[in-house]
């Protein structure tokens, strides 16, 4: 359920909203395809779980 929210708000088109993502992340847009944006999505949410870390 968890890969399917974050492919539907992050990563898939969506033509309600002209081809553009609901959320977007600026990392991503410069990215050439799915199978590089989910590695940077993932590579992203491991940055922020380390961040929230207490020291």
Do not use: C, D
Request: charged share 15%; aromatic share 10%.
């Amino acid at each position: 359920m968890t890969l399917f929210v974050a492919y539907f708000n992050f990563l898939r088109p969506h033509s309600a909203l002209e081809g553009k993502v609901p959320v977007l992340i600026p990392e991503l847009n410069q990215l050439p395809h799915m199978p590089a944006r989910w590695t940077r999505l993932i590579e992203l949410s491991q940055e922020w779980l380390i961040q929230q870390q207490p020291a």
